[in-house]
């Protein structure tokens, strides 16, 4: 069948991997993907580019874009009776709008993280009528599925859950010989501790509760130092925030990565200071490193870690309480690397990228054979 993917972007981040990977799996299955930006392309593009993909953009502008409306009726116009796949919330209902009066196979949005804040804004107005157009809605975690219920997501024919996956052969456990050489590539002294994160330098991270936290880490255990590897709008304030701390060089920002897998293979500990998630790629590739996590309770977090079990969960926007969260584990390494052997063991059994993509194939050829609902599982938590 063709494919078309429906996105906002393709700069890097966990939405933007997780389609990349997505039509790499369909394309082996013998499937014809391509993808239309609303936006601009970002550098995503260049992979799905070189690997043959099309992949167009529409220029949208602030505020509501008729001309990026016609392009896109335009481009999905070339692909009569495709499925069309859409992420997130304004990709959506933008497509469903180009789409009116066209062909499709069928027409599903998967909503990556949890939502809007608040279900009465124009644009989840929008999105919500544009159910009436909607096949299927999938949240990527079980939170995220309970809360668009609440707020009256209602598509055609079903609102699920399908968890992400990531490739677990891009990620090897994290061990001394790549810790060391990670800290002599960065300039800190040997005996550095790096705790690190992965994402996008934008609010909903909360960088700033992290950097708040990591302060306290280093009254307790100087010897830590903190990684942090993503690239955003907010990037020369936290910078400034961490200078004003006085954290000095144990603090870096390496920018945007192309190299995840090998950083986190140098980590002691992975956090995440996100004040809302829907199921986080980043806590997936950490535990398939076989990362000890401290991550915040929000979304679909505790879907991935498990208390006490493969990490700890603290509460959002307190920095106290990751703060002692991060210290513990420093100071009781047997038991944090244990941490880290059970997400590694999860993340086998439950994060998978191949199980994940065939979830959604059979939602593609429903229209033909009757009821997903069975096959879509919500993996839990560590056992």
Not at 130 to 136: I, K, N, Q
Not at 356 to 366: F, G, K, V
Request: proline residues 4%; glycine residues 10%.
């Amino acid at each position: 069948m063709e494919i078309v993917h429906f996105v906002e972007n393709l700069d890097r981040g966990g939405l933007e991997r997780t389609v990349v990977d997505l039509i790499a799996s369909q394309r082996e299955a013998g499937h014809q993907c391509r993808v239309i930006c609303l936006f601009k392309l970002g550098l995503l593009a260049r992979e799905l580019l070189a690997a043959g993909v099309r992949v167009d953009a529409c220029g949208k502008q602030p505020g509501l874009d008729l001309r990026a409306l016609r392009r896109a009726r335009a481009l999905l116009r070339q692909s009569p009776g495709a499925v069309i796949h859409t992420h997130n919330a304004m990709a959506h209902y933008y497509a469903v709008a180009a789409s009116l009066g066209l062909s499709a196979r069928c027409r599903i949005n998967t909503r990556h993280g949890m939502g809007g804040r608040s279900h009465s804004g124009r644009q989840e107005w929008l999105y919500r009528q544009s159910m009436r157009a909607t096949d299927y809605a999938v949240a990527v975690c079980e939170a995220a599925r309970e809360r668009f219920e609440e707020q009256g997501i209602q598509p055609r024919r079903g609102l699920l859950a399908v968890p992400n996956g990531i490739r677990l052969e891009r990620f090897r456990p994290a061990d001394a010989a790549a810790r060391k050489a990670l800290v002599a590539e960065l300039g800190w002294p040997a005996d550095s501790r790096i705790i690190g994160t992965v994402g996008r330098l934008q609010p909903v991270k909360d960088h700033a509760l992290l950097l708040r936290a990591f302060a306290k880490v280093r009254m307790q255990v100087p010897e830590a130092v903190l990684l942090i590897a993503g690239d955003g709008p907010l990037r020369e304030a936290l910078e400034t925030q961490a200078a004003q701390a006085g954290l000095g060089e144990a603090v870096k920002f390496l920018g945007d990565r192309h190299d995840v897998p090998r950083l986190l293979a140098g980590m002691e500990l992975f956090t995440l200071s996100s004040s809302s998630e829907g199921y986080s790629i980043a806590l997936l590739e950490a535990c398939a490193a076989g990362l000890p996590v401290v991550a915040t309770d929000v979304g679909g977090n505790r879907e991935i870690i498990r208390d006490g079990a493969n990490g700890r969960l603290v509460p959002a926007t307190d920095a106290a309480a990751l703060a002692t969260a991060l210290i513990a584990l420093l100071r009781e390494p047997v038991s944090a690397a244990e941490m880290g052997r059970m997400g590694r063991t999860w993340a086998q059994a439950e994060a998978s990228f191949r199980t994940m993509a065939e979830r959604y194939h059979r939602l593609y050829r429903d229209d033909a054979t009757g009821s997903p609902a069975d096959a879509i599982a919500i993996p839990g938590g560590v056992s």
